[in-house]
Nanobody
């Protein structure tokens, strides 16, 4: 089994910055795409940013120019640098890893999608 461990959430004033991290633990052979979603109270979960194994990126229109996603393949970690935060960015941020190939209990396993538990981002106005 793989686990996704997120960190970096917290409380920040509007205009401030936060950096989220998400590490996929386990005996990992490869990860296809990694990224972030968010869900605010009373709203649907939405995709924020994604990065492919080849480092191609895509962003929600609402965060373009303010957020930057990156990954360290050697550490199986994805980062989300969030600048110029707005109150509407406040949400629980969830990490997702797609196409994870890993080793567990003597078997080679591939999973389509794995999720983290979420980290809270609060932006005060």
């Amino acid at each position: 089994q793989v686990q996704l461990v997120e960190s970096g959430g917290g409380l920040v004033q509007a205009g401030g910055s936060l950096r989220l991290s998400c590490t996929v633990s386990g005996t990992i052979f490869s990860i296809n795409a990694m990224g972030w979603h968010r869900q605010a109270p009373g709203k649907q979960r939405e995709l924020v940013a994604f990065i492919s194994s080849g480092s191609s990126t895509n962003y929600a229109d609402s965060v373009k120019g303010r957020f930057t996603i990156s990954r360290d393949n050697a550490k199986n970690t994805v980062y989300l640098q969030m600048n110029r935060l707005k109150p509407e960015d406040a949400a629980v941020y969830y990490c997702e890893a797609r196409g994870v190939h890993y080793y567990s209990e003597g078997r080679s396993i591939w999973t389509e999608s794995s999720w983290g538990q979420g980290t809270q981002v609060t932006v005060s106005s």
